[in-house]
């Protein structure tokens, strides 16, 4: 079993920066990716960015390429996404989820956190 907590949302105005943390605990895979995932009211959930178990790879959606990073801390077990010049659309419950493939869809994810608020003003 694996434990994910999120942490860091808010509410940021328009063009402003926030960092969300998943911090994870219990048992993982071998090898597995953490993504982080969002959900805006009426909406479907969907993908946002993700790292490997080694930090080496990263994807992101194309709508926050060049404005969002993911980063991992090994020693705490933690995942990092910085987000910047933040929108008014970026507005959604993020969640942090765990896999054991290198995959973008929330079906391939097998644990997941409880979501933190995102909410940026225009």
């Known amino acids: 079993q694996v434990q994910l907590v999120e942490s860091g949302g808010g509410l940021v105005q328009a063009g402003g920066s926030l960092r969300l943390s998943c911090a994870a605990s219990g048992r993982t895979f071998s090898s597995y990716t953490i993504g982080w995932f969002r959900q805006a009211p009426g909406k479907e959930r969907e993908f946002v960015a993700r790292i490997s178990w080694s930090g080496d790879r990263r994807a992101y959606v194309d709508s926050v390429k060049g404005r969002h990073i993911i980063s991992r801390d090994h020693a705490k077990n933690t995942v990092y996404l910085q987000m910047n010049s933040l929108k008014p659309e970026d507005t959604a419950v993020y969640y942090c989820?765990?896999?054991?493939?290198?995959?973008?869809?929330?079906?391939?994810?097998?644990?997941w956190g409880q979501g933190t608020q995102v909410t940026v003003s225009s």
């Open positions: 989820a765990v896999s054991p493939v290198w995959g973008s869809h929330p079906n391939e994810y097998v644990y």
